[in-house]
């Protein structure tokens, strides 16, 4: 190998690189996506990584996925998804927040963006439909699956109490 050829190799191994990176943040948000019920976009610009790292200590305790990813790799993530709506909202630093429960990461993403005016919710997408902001605040103003739940539960076995 001359000297002049050792650049080339080592750009090119760089590429490859990250290439293979690219592709696993790819799965990783793919996988998450299929497991979802909720996406939202919110654009995290001005804030500080110590109000980052509040957010996903906050939505890591809900069971809320909270990654800044390049927009291209959302792009082929959500591609062919129930959330391929939010294509179009693929614009400027945005942090993908994703979570089983749509009410727990609505609930997390309106929460923090009240106490933080420089995260705003860019888009949202449920059942394979964007949904507004105002609807967003009103699925997180909703009890969480597990209460909603254990209100069902309590309902149902009440009448069952009065006879005993």
């Not at 654009?43 to 980052?52: D, P």
Request: proline content about 4%.
């Amino acid at each position: 190998m001359t000297s002049m050829s050792r650049p080339i190799a080592r750009q090119a191994s760089a590429r490859n690189w990250n290439c293979r990176l690219a592709a696993a943040v790819v799965a990783e948000v793919s996988k998450v996506v299929a497991d979802a019920q909720a996406a939202i976009l919110a654009e995290y610009r001005g804030l500080t990584v110590a109000q980052m790292t509040t957010l996903r200590t906050k939505a890591r305790k809900e069971g809320v996925y909270v990654r800044v990813v390049k927009n291209t790799l959302v792009r082929r993530a959500v591609d062919g998804s129930p959330f391929a709506c939010l294509q179009d909202h693929l614009t400027g630093p945005l942090a993908f927040v994703a979570g089983k429960d749509p009410v727990a990461a609505a609930k997390v993403v309106v929460e923090f963006a009240k106490d933080n005016e420089k995260f705003r919710i860019m888009a949202g997408s449920m059942s394979g439909k964007l949904i507004s902001l105002a609807e967003m605040k009103a699925l997180a103003s909703l009890p969480s699956r597990d209460v909603l739940l254990s209100q069902l539960m309590g309902t149902m076995l009440a009448p069952v109490q009065k006879f005993v």
